[in-house]
């Protein structure tokens, strides 16, 4: 069971975090490009937000780990270890559009075992220890419980965009895609919380980082959905992933994207 101080600590967290990011969401100044090649945005928020998140577990789990996007690693040999995204989805963010989030997450052993997505704009949070889910907002407060789909023509689908596919990887996407009553592009982590809300029934991502769904599992999980990488095994190290409302779904998912073309 998780310990109930650290669940009231997510929130701490995610207040300290959305006090650092919202004077500067739809009022930037200027942009950074961290890649050598290609887009890879970052801003003043995505690290006064991460400054923020790891000065307050310092200061309270002064012998737990921290990984995070921005700032690099800590103590990644403890037992429990922070895992930071301080602006998921900076794309959607320098655009003004509000499908970003602050994702913490927290591992213990190893596994994930505790996480939140706070999106501080609409004051939601979507938070789940894999045991159970709940989420606090505007609609008051309520347990995530993900949807019934046995059927991927029944299923509305998210990726960020098709486009992330490259080869063989892009066929294997098409394939499920092809198949789906609905896709639907672009919506960063709440496309997760989506799912695990009950309002779509799964996503398909390449290239993730850890930081970018160690968070989110014990959320879906929580929900009652399934988060594994596209051979079916743990998604807490990022690359290729698939999380899904339903078992059944998950199951066909799978098999259509390893099918061989």
Known sequence: MTDPTLIAFLDRLADSAGKAIMPHFRALNSVENKAATGFDPVTV????SEEALRALINEH????????????????DAEN????????????????????????????????????????????????NGARAWYTGPEGDRVLKTRACDKLSDAVLFTTTPSLFKGSDREAYDRVENEVRLARYGCDCYAYCMVAAGFADAVIEVGLHAYDIVALIPVIEGAGGRVTSWDGGSAASGGRVVA??????????????????
């Open 61 to 76: 789990y002064p012998s737990h780990g921290i990984m995070g996007e921005e700032f690099g690693d800590e103590n990644l």
């Open 81 to 128: 270890v922070w895992v930071l995204d301080p602006i998921d989805g900076t794309r959607a963010f320098i655009s003004g559009l509000p499908v970003w989030g602050t994702l913490i997450g927290l591992t213990t052993g190893g596994r994930p075992s505790l996480g939140m997505m706070a999106q501080p704009f609409t004051g939601e949070r979507f938070a789940g």
């Open 45 to 48: 928020a995505d690290r006064a």
């Open 244 to 261: 899904s409302g339903d078992a059944r779904l998950h199951d066909q998912i799978l098999e259509t994207l390893n099918r061989a073309g």
